[in-house]
């Protein structure tokens, strides 16, 4: 079992920089591939960014290629998401997750544990 706390959400303003926070228990974290997916209201949840057990494999989706940055630490069992020049389109609830393969996926469905989310809210 992993048990996943995100935290870092909060009210910005366009442009500015967020970094949520990730943090896992358990002592098998670094076999973990981790993701990052989002889900504004009225829509599916959706992929963001993932990560490999190392970290030496990342995977972003379109929209935030450039701007966002996931890296882990598995020293601290905790995966982080970096976002740069926020848009109000990034306005969402974020969810970190854990995925018991080495190698990175995408879909919802292939993830095996799930945080409780944090709100992200960007005005324009």
């Known amino acids: 079992q992993v048990q996943l706390v995100e935290s870092g959400g909060g009210l910005v303003q366009a442009g500015d920089s967020l970094r949520l926070s990730c943090a896992a228990s358990?002592?098998?974290?670094?076999?973990?591939?981790m993701g990052w997916f989002r889900q504004a209201p009225g829509k599916e949840r959706e992929f963001v960014a993932a990560?490999?057990?190392?970290?030496?494999?990342?995977r972003y989706t379109e929209s935030v290629k450039g701007r966002f940055t996931i890296s882990r630490d598995n020293a601290k069992n905790t995966v982080y998401l970096q976002m740069n020049s926020l848009k109000a389109e990034d306005t969402a609830v974020y969810y970190c997750?854990?995925?018991?393969?080495?190698?990175?996926?995408?879909?919802?469905?292939?993830?095996?544990?799930w945080g409780q989310g944090t709100q992200v809210t960007v005005s324009s």
């Open positions: 990560i490999s057990p190392t970290g030496g494999s990342t």
């Open positions: 997750a854990a995925d018991r393969v080495s190698f990175i996926t995408t879909a919802t469905e292939d993830y095996d544990y």
């Open positions: 358990g002592r098998t974290f670094s076999r973990y591939s």
